[in-house]
């Protein structure tokens, strides 16, 4: 009696097994097999048997140099994009002019050009530009889409000029600075009235109001007020010990591995029998035993997708090196794809073989044993309804079947 053995290779089909098919005989013949992780070898008793569908085989290991691997990226999930929320896109809208949705549900309407200044005025605005240079204007300060650069463009419209003459029996500044206001016509500055600049802008008087007492403020420095909003210092902190604790509790969750992409992901995979909501009220449960403050859902969400690149499911699918690349290869990858089509012939080929040996063991006269070795999937255990199994150690359980006909 003698056995022998090859290398398993692997294919694209669901199966992530890796199987060996065993025929025990005084002689021996051996033929390289695959089928979706298979690897059959069969030893005949008869010697002048043979077969058409064998896939040529020189007994060299095969050559994987060629093979083109996926790049690993790495990327962590669900990173937050914060030009998505609702609370930003709102903003971008109000800086931009177009209508919006408050946070009250109100909903605000687009800006629009207001009508000229009066016929009286002293200017004469509206007879130094047209309705289209009105627009234009009008449309260029909302492109600006920034509360800063529509401040930076106010304070350039805007001078500010000191009285020349003030009472000298008083300090008291009664009389306001003089204002000049301007906007460019054709490559000049042209004066024009407050309320021209105003109503061409569609802004209120406290925009304005806003630039004009920065620059009579001291220690003016000639540039427009900076936005403060939500600068200051009083900012509420996590303590850091909340945050080492949440680490800490994901951390005990036991890993799973995967089968055959182990060693080719980062990724980290942990039993999906709890959520992770579940896995949120686990901790505060522990934190508040222990007599603890616990972290909100929210930070726990944070720190388990930002700081972690975990997920809740094992891999639907286990494949091959030569597979997965050609998932994620980009197109028109010729020599990938000729790979690809040769790794699925020998399939085939490896199938039609196996068939082949499995009829010929069903002859009478025939003594041959085919025996079909497979690994199956890596179970993790232990495995309970209860939460406590969840943060158990897991030991991997390699089945190992058999069968033969």
Request: net charge positive.
């Amino acid at each position: 009696m003698s056995s022998s053995s090859s290398s398993s290779s692997s294919s694209s089909s669901s199966s992530s097994s890796s199987s060996r098919s065993t025929s025990f005989h005084s002689t021996t013949r051996r033929s390289n097999l695959m089928q979706s992780g298979e690897t059959l070898e069969v030893i005949s008793q008869q010697n002048n048997h043979s077969s058409n569908n064998v896939m040529p085989n020189d007994g060299s290991p095969q050559n994987t140099d060629n093979i083109v691997q996926s790049p690993n990226k790495n990327k962590k999930k669900r990173v937050r994009n914060e030009a998505q929320w609702k609370k930003n896109k709102t903003k971008q809208l109000k800086n931009l002019g177009k209508q919006y949705t408050s946070r009250t549900g109100k909903t605000v309407p687009a800006k629009a050009m207001k009508p000229l200044c009066s016929d009286k005025c002293r200017y004469l605005c509206s007879n130094k530009f047209s309705e289209e240079q009105r627009r234009e204007i009008f449309n260029m300060y909302w492109a600006l889409s920034s509360f800063q650069r529509q401040r930076d463009f106010l304070n350039s419209v805007v001078m500010v000029f000191l009285p020349a003459v003030r009472r000298i029996r008083t300090t008291t500044k009664n009389r306001k600075p003089n204002t000049y206001y301007s906007l460019v016509n054709n490559g000049q500055n042209v004066r024009v009235c407050k309320t021209f600049l105003l109503n061409t802008l569609g802004i209120a008087d406290r925009t304005l109001r806003t630039v004009i007492e920065a620059k009579t403020s001291e220690g003016f420095l000639g540039s427009a007020p900076m936005d403060s909003r939500g600068k200051h210092d009083h900012h509420i902190k996590t303590d850091p010990e909340v945050l080492d604790s949440v680490r800490v509790h994901i951390n005990s969750i036991a890993r799973i591995d995967s089968h055959y992409l182990r060693a080719n992901t980062s990724r980290e995979y942990i039993d999906g029998g709890l959520t992770l909501a579940d896995l949120h009220r686990d901790y505060k449960n522990m934190r508040e035993s222990d007599k603890k403050t616990a972290a909100n859902y929210d930070l726990y969400y944070r720190i388990f997708t930002k700081q972690f690149n975990i997920s809740f499911f094992i891999p639907k699918k286990d494949q091959c090196d030569l597979c997965e690349s050609r998932k994620n290869a980009v197109d028109g990858d010729e020599v990938l794809e000729n790979q690809y089509l040769e790794h699925l012939r020998q399939k085939e080929l490896s199938r039609a073989e196996k068939k082949n040996d499995i009829e010929t063991c069903k002859m009478a006269e025939s003594n041959s044993i085919v025996a079909i070795f497979d690994l199956q999937a890596v179970m993790p255990v232990p495995i309970g309804e209860s939460s406590a199994f969840f943060y158990k150690s897991k030991l991997n359980c390699l089945n190992l079947t058999v069968s033969y006909s």
